[in-house]
Nanobody, 122 residues
């Protein structure tokens, strides 16, 4: 059974930093993209960043480029999202997800974590 378990996040003032982690288990993720999505109340879940498990190639939503960094640790079977320069628009529930291949589309993702709240105050 595949499990994605997130940790980290929380509350920070604008300009601050937070880190999210996602521990993955239950299968090998070779050939998968591991990603972070985020969702605010009443809105669709949207792509934030992705890393390919095998090569470690990274992809970002334009608004987080230069501020967020996604990484994967093959030994720990985990991915991280380092978030710097946070602003109130980054406030959301953040979800870890896994999909075969490379995709930024929510519907292509098979496995999801439970979500972690990130709140940025102005």
């Amino acid at each position: 059974q595949v499990q994605l378990v997130e940790s980290g996040g929380g509350f920070v003032q604008a300009g601050g930093s937070l880190r999210l982690s996602c521990a993955a288990s239950g299968r090998t993720f070779s050939g998968y993209s591991m990603s972070w999505f985020r969702q605010t109340p009443g809105k669709e879940r949207k792509f934030v960043a992705a890393v390919t498990w095998t090569a470690g190639s990274t992809y970002y939503k334009d608004s987080v480029k230069g501020r967020f960094a996604i990484s994967r640790d093959k030994v720990k079977n985990a991915i991280d999202l380092q978030m710097n320069g946070l602003n109130p628009e980054d406030t959301a529930v953040y979800y870890c997800a896994a999909a075969q291949g490379i995709s930024v589309r929510r519907q292509d993702y098979t496995y999801w974590g439970q979500g972690r709240q990130v709140t940025v105050s102005s």
